[in-house]
């Protein structure tokens, strides 16, 4: 099995496409949760139980073709910066993150694959692809999905399907999602009206990090609200029509402020060049909003589009955990802000060199 | 005398002084009110009798020596943008730009004179000097002053001094200004203790366009209120030794914040130079804001000191009404923001270049 910082030493695959598709739609996640039949599922389960529940699933997660030479780790064997990295690159959730003992994250080495063992339910089989490709994603959860039910006996009803800790997973026990980039709707102001339409087609919207946080850098996370009464093949047709849809309108929005309102549309991406070169510390809020607006000028060729790459890097590499497990040091807020700006500074360097250099 | 076109042709003389004491205090001005003794005031005079003192006056500021080949103007003979642009060259008040038949201005060559005939009062006498030197400035409005009262006479009384129309110009008929960039008690934060102590010490502190307006771009107008009970050269000691004072703590403010927070520092510099370097659409109040940072940052040598001219311009140049006479027309307001930020990139252009020049 693979070390962390080996893990860590490779962005995932997933996040260096460079596809010319993936300008609105960055990435398609789809997770499925199993339980195995006759134990308790790990919010109510005795510590031994869990143990127990782990130990079994992690002799069959090892011999996974897909996982050969993967990272497989106890959540109580990593550090919090390292748990951080992890969420950051959504290979684990928050709720995940916040476990220990008797839990544990297993990744495939090109990070297209990951499973939770003992978060919400048993087992978590996540797979992330670039791009809008929800189809693909789900074919490589469920090709481990099948492997493990070779092995495991999960908890299903005829009747429910498959049973998890939480009702709303109930059923299929698919949540499908991808992450797109809105800047145009934003800019235009029909992001409102947009999302609006997609909670009534029974979709749900989150910001970057799921359930509860805000929208940054004009990053949505659409998915699928219900598990029940549709098979999966029905969830990731609907989900993948609405996407398609919201993508259109997106660059449709794009082009409309290109045609009708090129010159606020170079303000708002040349400022967000300006400060980003030139800034010497910033937040990582901040820095998410501009590079948003940096990847929509890349996107429409207003700047390099060699710049889209770069910011699909800064985007992640700027992140609190990232930023500290580059820096190989637990940083204070400040001074992360400090080696977040000179990063980027640094990054941008040789496709927007800096009208002048105050950095010393 | 001169044509406007040819005032305007010119910075004025205190716009160009490049003196390196004028880091922080940029102007100094003196104004004198007079009144002619017998004629009422230009606030209840019928029309004709304003008409009669403009042209006694008229024609006695014709031959003063100083005002040679110099412009002079009924303000009815000017269009509003013409006025706009000498109010915003503190060359007449906004007052007086309200006024039309019956109130002149006149404006010596270099623009360090100007007279304003029937504003408040009669006749008001301005010089302004670059730099913190009101005595010269007193000196320029003195001698003018003597020069008419040879051939005027004006409302005296022995008890109370020169009678004005407004009691609180009473008796000297003296205000007193100067013009201070203080960034650096902005950014210290001690700002506004400063400005209570100027109020203890019986002084006004008004924003960029005196009575009444904002500071923006950290620029403040500090002046005597009294102008009873002391004479001319006491006003004027009191005045200049407090803003030697505060000239000495913004300087020390500067001082401190470079070598305790040099980091913030030029974050707040150099954003202001991406920003100004790239925006394609800013408002005067947001320009005179980044403005004032690129000062600092040229003051303080961190960009290249030959910024300060550059900057000073701009202050002046990026006004609405200097912004419209330069494009030789009347322009809606978001019209003004798209060529203020041409204007700036292009005068920055040959000492700051932009990371990319999106502008077409």
Redesign the interface.
């Known amino acids: 099995m693979m070390r962390f910082a080996t893990l860590m030493k490779h962005p995932a695959d997933w996040m260096t496409s460079g596809d010319s598709e993936t300008s609105v739609v960055l990435t398609s996640r789809v997770r499925l949760a199993r339980n195995l039949a006759g134990a308790s599922y790990p919010g109510w389960a005795r510590k031994n139980e869990r143990k127990e529940v782990l130990s079994k699933v992690q002799a069959v997660v090892k011999d996974l073709p897909g996982m050969q030479n993967g990272f497989l780790c106890e959540l109580s064997d990593l550090e919090s910066l390292q748990k951080q990295v992890l969420v950051e690159r959504h290979l684990i959730s928050r709720e995940q993150a916040a476990r220990n003992e008797g839990s544990a994250a297993v990744i495939n080495r090109k990070q297209s694959l990951s499973l939770m063992i003992n978060e919400e339910d048993h087992l978590r089989i996540q797979a992330i692809q670039p791009s809008l490709n929800l189809e693909k994603a789900y074919r490589l959860a469920h090709q481990v999905d099948q492997e493990l039910e070779k092995k495991l006996c999960f908890a299903f009803d005829a009747k429910w399907g498959y049973l998890t800790a939480c009702p709303t997973n109930l059923g299929t026990g698919m949540r499908a999602s991808a992450m797109l980039h809105l800047p145009g709707l934003v800019l235009n102001e029909q992001i409102g009206q947009v999302l609006k339409g997609v909670g009534k087609l029974g979709l749900a919207v989150r910001g970057l990090y799921g359930e509860g946080t805000e929208s940054l850098g004009n990053l949505y996370q659409i998915s699928n609200q219900s598990t029940l009464g549709e098979s999966e093949q029905d969830i990731l047709r609907h989900l993948t029509k609405v996407i398609g849809d919201i993508s259109r309108y997106e660059q449709q929005a794009r082009q409309r402020l290109l045609k009708n309102e090129p010159?606020?549309l170079?303000?708002r991406?040349?400022?967000a060049?300006?400060?980003?070169?030139?800034?010497?510390?910033i937040s990582s809020k901040e820095a998410l909003n501009h590079l948003s607006m940096l990847r929509l000028?890349a996107d429409l060729e207003?700047?390099s589009t060699s710049l889209q790459e770069v910011c699909d890097r800064l985007f992640m590499g700027t992140q609190p955990a990232h930023l500290q497990w580059a820096a190989e040091k637990k940083l204070e807020p400040e001074a992360r802000d400090?080696l977040r700006?000179q990063m980027i500074r640094d990054q941008?360097h040789s496709i927007?060199?800096?009208?002048?250099d105050?950095?010393e």
């Open positions: 010159v606020m170079k303000d991406v040349g400022r060049a300006g400060i980003l070169t030139h800034a010497q510390i000028g207003i700047f400090i700006a941008l927007l060199p800096p009208a002048i105050i950095s």
